[in-house]
């Protein structure tokens, strides 16, 4: 008979050991309900992903495959909080840029040699490798790791990277400035170990199923480019034992109705629901359709350089084009996906985030309207001198859907004539990049679950701040933020300036949208960010 | 016709060559690059990748470069997406199954559309001839991305007999729908071409003669009027089997076949250089190669053409 144990990390340092019920056989050992005889899930993938390779892997796809197949340092729970990976935890100086952590020592690669503290090294040295020129180098230097910047560009040798292996099982990491959120960061997918044997031998071509060599609870078995991906359970994990799904099939399927119709045919367990379609669903579904927050969000951005509109140069012009977008109509009539209404630039979902007070969302929607009104004929607006603009977005049917609606409630409250526009995604990206626009369509999911995810967006010297909005205290903010023991007041204020200069109009926060077989145990539907880890998962008997 | 046939192979190679460039030239100037993302990379990020595949280059010294490794060693180049797979790979990957679901359709949009098209021309103004038109005008006004998502909602969620999509090595479950999907229009067009030819063959003075000689029907259809009546077909034909041998793009996506019209079209979105270089070539070659064969076909079934 086997022990259930289940290591968890409560807080910042505490780990505590939970020993759970005796594992019987057919049923949960936590939950005791009864396990399917076959533990295999099948999900709809919405595109080839474009690696497994934990350092060069750039989307979502290829990310939740990578976490199954490798284990980083720190792992989320079902709610997002961080327990331990490979590391079983760690400390930090009192100026928090040094971190250690201290790696388990029956972790084991699928070969069955063990994790080491310099598999870590590697892994961590080959992100910021300009050889390997990684799409996601910038991630080390976003986790502030000593040298990281310098090395990406070429100014400094690897080696100087501050990532050390004091011994096989103790990492020592040094921070070019302290980051309180760290660890947090150690569960994404660049950080995980890496095979250096392997990947010396065989290239490039290391990832294939018939090279790779992982440390995760997966093994990747098989692989058809733009059909399927097929992971299995790896014996060499250190916590195989307590895994219960045996295997996980991603099946490519591009177009989301087709992928519903054969969720609704019984050949997947998991799909998403197309926008507009959860209402019906999950009338003749309510087991099955399911919806809960996301950690992204849905805006409008304003230009505000030199050479956008006029217009958009005047705060009031740019808060009554704001107060006029009704989102309950956006979020019930047009998204109708659950998603939340939003007024804050950071998901209410995001962790540590209290959504401030901000005026708007206390108002009605007449009374918003009214003051919309009121605003824009101050600024000088009005029948006689109607408010025009080109608003773009990317070429999707959702987004167009969005923009269309929002037109007409300026259009019918305020007299406002904007020209739509769209354009095909990378000539999108490009023209947004490069302030060609007037009002653009913008949305961004948070890297790690903390606000300055988004809020960094509207720092003056933001790489991804395309509207250009710039306020000194803003920047001030963020960059106290930064190192404060608790943020959350100064992201507050940050949320009122924002709504107070409206730099940009949020729409909506996303929400996850699935149909989701009443077989699948266990999904994290509390972790915003949808970091799921299969070996989490189970199957229940019909 | 040995001679002709070498010729129009030689012609071939320029042709291919300034597709080449024409392509690669619209492909750079198009906005946006491989590496254009929703997160821009910061420059120094950039400047690695640029340098690693040669991005940093002018552009003159990149197509030479890519023209080098194609001739010199057949390799063209890699995916800037798929960063474990090469355009060599992605090619030999995707292009037996597209060629697999791409000839049953050619095929079975041929026999059907020709069978039709004849027996509606034989039996003009008959009930045959009102379904045989009947049904060609429907199938044509069923292309692919209709025929697809009707195909999965009556057959995988209502009849349940067949899989939804997927390859699986290209057994016959997995490739009925792709196939009829593909066929349909084509197999509506050729149904039309065949019949309207067929009854202007018909309507001719050869074959009166043969007629008035005494020839059973069978033979005058068979042996005099078949072969003047494929030769608009052949035409028409010749495209559409580069098409449909090249893959389709919905059939792909409906189906999730795993074919090259994916990875053509996903090649152009994510601006992915050597891959939809790689398709574009293969696809100018088969062009050519069929052009060819059809101008062949037509000396075979009108004697009067002689190269």
Excluded at chain 1, 46 to 72: C, K, M, N, W
Excluded at chain 1, 136 to 159: H, Q, T, V
Excluded at chain 1, 393 to 410: F, I, L, R
Excluded at chain 2, 88 to 110: E, K, M, R, W
Aim: aromatic share 12%; net charge negative.
């Amino acid at each position: 008979m086997n022990k259930y144990i289940r290591t968890s990390l409560a807080g910042l340092m505490t780990s505590t050991m939970i020993t759970g019920a005796a594992f019987a056989a057919g049923t949960h050992p936590e939950t005791g309900e009864a396990l399917a005889e076959d533990q295999t899930f099948i999900y709809r993938l919405g595109d080839e992903h474009s690696s497994v390779d934990p350092q060069v892997v750039e989307d979502t796809y290829g990310a939740e495959i990578t976490r199954d197949l490798f284990e980083g340092l720190m792992n989320q729970d079902e709610d997002g909080n961080l327990v331990p990976g490979v590391a079983t935890g760690y400390t930090t100086n009192d100026t928090k840029d040094v971190y250690t952590f201290t790696l388990r020592d029956n972790a084991k690669w699928s070969n069955g040699d063990p994790v080491t503290a310099g598999d870590f090294v590697y892994a961590w040295k080959r992100a910021v490798d300009p050889e390997l020129s990684s799409p996601y180098a910038w991630f080390m230097e976003l986790m502030s790791i000593e040298n990281a910047a310098e090395i990406i560009a070429g100014e400094k040798p690897i080696d100087e990277l501050g990532v050390k292996a004091i011994d096989d099982h103790t990492l020592e990491v040094t921070l070019s400035a302290p980051l309180p959120y760290f660890p947090q960061m150690t569960t994404h997918s660049t950080t995980f170990p890496a095979p250096q044997k392997v990947i010396e031998e065989h290239g490039d071509a290391w990832t294939r199923p018939e090279n790779i060599v992982s440390n995760g609870a997966y093994i990747l078995t098989e692989h058809v480019p733009q059909e399927r991906s097929v992971r299995e359970r790896n014996e060499m994990y250190w916590d195989n034992e307590n895994t219960i799904l045996d295997k996980v099939v991603a099946l490519i399927i591009n177009d989301e109705n087709v992928a519903l119709t054969r969720y609704l045919a019984g050949e997947l367990d998991r799909t998403e629901v197309p926008a507009g379609q959860f209402p019906r669903l999950s009338q003749e579904h309510p087991d099955e359709a399911i919806s809960f927050p996301r950690l992204c969000n849905y805006y409008y951005t304003f230009n505000l350089t030199e050479d956008g509109p006029e217009a958009f140069k005047d705060p009031n012009v740019r808060q009554a084009l704001s107060l006029a977008v009704d989102r309950a109509i956006i979020t019930e009539k047009v998204m109708a996906g659950g998603q939340p209404q939003a007024y804050t630039f950071a998901p209410e979902a995001t962790a540590g985030f209290t959504v401030p007070e901000v005026e708007m969302a206390s108002m009605t929607q007449a009374e918003r309207d009214e003051l919309a009104k009121e605003l824009l004929a101050g600024a000088g607006y009005g029948p006689d001198n109607p408010l025009s603009f080109e608003m773009v977005y990317n070429t999707n049917e959702d987004h167009k859907k969005v923009a269309v609606a929002v037109s007409q409630m300026w259009k019918q409250k305020l007299g406002v004539n904007v020209e739509l526009a769209n354009m095909e995604w990378k000539v999108f990206l490009e023209e947004r990049g490069n302030q060609n626009f007037e009002l653009a369509r913008g949305a961004w999911c948070g890297d790690y679950n903390e606000a300055s995810t988004f809020l960094d967006l509207l720092q003056s010297d933001s790489g991804y701040n395309d509207g250009k909005f710039s306020n000194a205290r803003v920047d001030e903010l963020l960059a106290q933020a930064k190192t404060a023991d608790d943020p959350a007041p100064l992201y507050t204020e940050v949320e009122r300036i924002i709504a107070q200069e409206t730099p940009v109009i949020p729409i909506y926060h996303y929400a996850g949208v699935y149909m989701m077989d009443t077989d699948v145990g266990n999904w994290p539907i509390n972790n915003v960010e949808q970091n799921w880890y299969s070996k989490n998962l189970y199957k229940l008997a019909d | 016709m040995l001679a002709y046939s070498l010729r129009r192979l030689l012609v071939a190679i320029p042709t291919i060559l300034l597709l080449i460039v024409a392509c690669f030239f619209l492909m750079h100037f198009a906005p946006g690059g491989p590496f254009t993302s929703e997160r821009p990379l910061p420059p120094a990020v950039l400047a690695n990748i640029e340098a690693r595949y040669g991005l940093d280059q002018p552009l003159w010294k990149q197509l030479w470069d890519y023209l080098y490794n194609i001739v010199v060693h057949f390799d063209f180049g890699p995916s800037f997406k798929f960063k474990d797979r090469d355009v060599n790979d992605i090619i030999a990957q995707g292009f037996p199954i597209s060629l697999t679901y791409g000839s049953l359709s050619f095929l079975v949009a041929t026999s059907v559309g020709v069978g039709l098209g004849i027996a509606a021309a034989i039996k003009h103004n008959s009930w045959i001839d009102y379904f045989a038109v009947g049904l060609g005008i429907a199938a044509q006004a069923l292309p692919n991305f209709i025929m697809g998502p009707i195909l999965i909602l009556t057959f995988t969620l209502w009849l349940g007999w067949l899989p939804g999509g997927g390859w699986n090595g290209g057994q016959w479950p997995y490739l009925i729908m792709p196939v009829i999907a593909l066929a349909t229009s084509y197999m509506g067009s050729i149904a039309r071409i065949t019949r309207s030819s067929m009854l202007e063959v018909l309507n001719s003075n050869f074959i009166r003669t043969a007629r008035a000689k005494g020839l059973p029907t069978r033979t005058v259809i068979w042996r005099h009027a078949l072969k003047p009546t494929l030769l608009p077909v052949v035409s028409y034909l010749g495209p559409v089997f580069v098409y449909v041998l090249t893959g389709s793009v919905f059939v792909d996506i409906y189906f999730s076949t795993g074919g090259l019209g994916q990875a053509y079209v996903g090649s152009a979105l994510s601006r992915d250089y050597a891959v939809l270089l790689g398709v574009t070539i293969l696809y100018g070659a088969l062009t050519v190669v069929v052009n060819l064969l059809t101008d062949l076909a037509y000396a075979w079934f009108d004697p009067k053409i002689r190269y």
